[in-house]
């Protein structure tokens, strides 16, 4: 089974495609059974997919404490991508952000958070993969 993760926002985002070995972020508009099966979980109309460096969400999984731990030089391609992206929305918009299995996006939300991505590093306190979270990532200005 594979993470997926999805973001919505109030503004149309442009959607890229995913290049095998070049990507370290993708954002796509979900097919139809993932939106029906998303439905209630956002407040914000344009939903997306959010493909790490694999295709899937799976690559923005990611723990701090392992940061300088030589066995995981290949997981940080795509998280740091993951936060440049949550910083660049969040400039004057909250960012819903919704993480569960693939295929399991109707299970009931288990935990709610609210971030700020920029006080957020990959080093120090990434926020890691949470199945069945929300989060609201908060704009830098309201």
């Not at 939300?109 to 700020?116: G, K």
Request: hydrophobic letters at 35%; proline letters at 6%.
């Amino acid at each position: 089974m594979c993470y997926a993760v999805y973001i919505a926002t109030a503004t149309p985002q442009p959607t890229t495609e995913f290049v095998e070995g070049v990507s370290k972020l993708c954002l796509s508009v979900p097919e139809a059974g993932e939106l029906e099966r998303l439905a209630g979980k956002f407040t914000l109309p344009h939903v997306y997919h959010v493909g790490a460096d694999g295709g899937c969400s799976c690559g923005f999984s990611f723990q701090s404490q392992f940061y300088d731990d030589s066995k995981w030089p290949n997981s940080k391609a795509s998280p740091p991508a993951l936060l440049d992206l949550l910083n660049e929305l969040t400039t004057h918009a909250t960012v819903e952000y919704y993480c569960c299995w693939s295929g399991n996006e109707a299970d009931p939300i288990q935990n709610y958070r609210i971030l700020n991505s920029r006080e957020m590093s990959l080093k120090e306190n990434y926020f890691d993969l949470e199945e069945d979270e929300f989060i609201w990532f908060k704009p830098e200005k309201a």
